[in-house]
């Protein structure tokens, strides 16, 4: 189940779901109970689109085409309705089901929301000074990230420090406010930002300034973390690879998450966790999902106000990992999940690299 409902949220990122429940099964006899969870969602999508893109996940998470006659039942992803189209009208009745769609209804705010992008551009930096002006296939770096996101979001800007910035951002139409030079990381810049722009909006989404290739789609599965009403904090994970070996999973410039089965974040470590104690670590990939965490985060805006008041943490020093304050602080972080592999520019290596990239896609 696990499986398939991971599945579920990276081919519909605006997938939400309701509680577990457990019911007896209505077509035989079975002393044992089901374990049921309605989920709702946004797709674009035509019914056999959607209908054959859950068959595929049943398969994948263990369910075999046998296993219906057999009335073996490991795992069952039904769709009930689509659109206005209501299908299996008995089963639609349940008091579960019924249950079920109350909840969703009161957890869905999503659509209500208003979403505001920043994206946070300094000139300064160590490794590449000028970076957000840098030429990526006729456009600068920071053009590319504000058009791959500007569409997805209620406003995007962009929050620098720097006039040249600021001139680039409005030659090609962008918005962007100015912001202090002093600030330690992007969260602090943000809220900066969110005071100068003002505006009534519920969620703040902090896009790093260097990832030109960001997908809509990584924006709309880190909204999606929205629907349910607990989060404060969302951020986005992609699963490594039963292929990468054991040196991709080990650097430590690609930080780890481990979630709960709620995908609410437990620990942010560069190091590699879980341990696992009783397998050779060349089989650590294949036997374990491990997640790698993506740099993009969307707060609360009452929430980012908060944490940016925290003083750094024991955690956080440790790891030189920020997010690891606001765990230790109480704060709730919501995991989204992507399949999306982006192309983060640090480097001027790293910008030849994305040249190749952009080029081989065109």
């Known amino acids: 189940m696990r499986l398939a409902r991971r599945r579920l949220m990276m081919e519909f990122p605006s997938i939400c779901f309701a509680k577990e429940l457990e019911t007896k099964p209505i077509h035989f006899e079975n002393p044992a109970l089901f374990s049921n969870q309605v989920a709702v969602c946004l797709v674009d999508e035509t019914f056999e689109t959607v209908k054959t893109k859950l068959k595929s996940i049943e398969r994948e998470a263990g ?32 008091k579960y089901i019924i249950d079920s769609m109350n909840e969703l209804k009161q957890k869905i705010t999503l659509f209500d929301m208003n979403f505001l992008g ?35 979001l209620n406003e995007v800007y962009v929050a620098t420090d720097d006039k040249r910035i600021e001139a680039a951002v409005l030659a090609f139409g962008g918005k962007v406010v100015m912001t202090s030079t002093e600030h330690k990381s992007g969260t602090d810049r943000c809220y900066e930002a969110l005071t100068k722009i003002g505006g009534n909006y519920d969620v703040v989404v902090n896009i790093q300034g260097d990832e030109p290739f960001i997908q809509p789609s990584q924006i709309e599965a880190i909204k999606a ?29 690609s930080p780890k998450v481990v979630v709960n089965k709620n995908f609410n974040a437990l620990y942010f470590s560069r190091s590699v966790i879980p341990y696992q104690r009783n397998a050779e670590k060349k089989e650590w990939v294949s036997q374990h999902t491990y997640y790698k965490h993506i740099g993009l985060y969307a707060y609360k805006t009452e929430v980012l106000k908060e944490i940016t008041e925290l003083p750094q943490s024991a955690l956080e020093l440790a790891e030189s990992l920020e997010q690891l304050r606001w765990l230790e602080n109480g704060y709730k972080i919501k995991v989204g999940l992507t399949e999306v592999e982006t192309i983060g520019i640090d480097t001027p290596e790293d910008l030849e690299r994305a040249e190749t990239f952009l080029k081989e896609r065109l």
């Open 63 to 94: 369910r075999k085409p046998e296993d219906k006659a057999l009335e073996k039942i490991c795992l069952d992803i039904d769709l009930l309705a689509y659109g206005q189209l209501v299908f299996k009208k008995n089963e639609w009745q349940r």
């Open 118 to 152: 920043i994206i946070p551009a300094r000139y300064a930096s160590t490794r590449f000074p000028a970076k957000p002006l840098a030429m990526l296939g006729g456009k600068t770096v920071i053009q590319r990230v504000y058009e791959q996101v500007a569409g997805v």
């Open 225 to 253: 973390c929205f629907t349910d009403d607990g989060t404060q904090i969302a951020t986005l994970v992609k699963p490594f690879s039963g292929n990468d070996s054991f040196e991709t999973l080990e650097n430590v410039n």
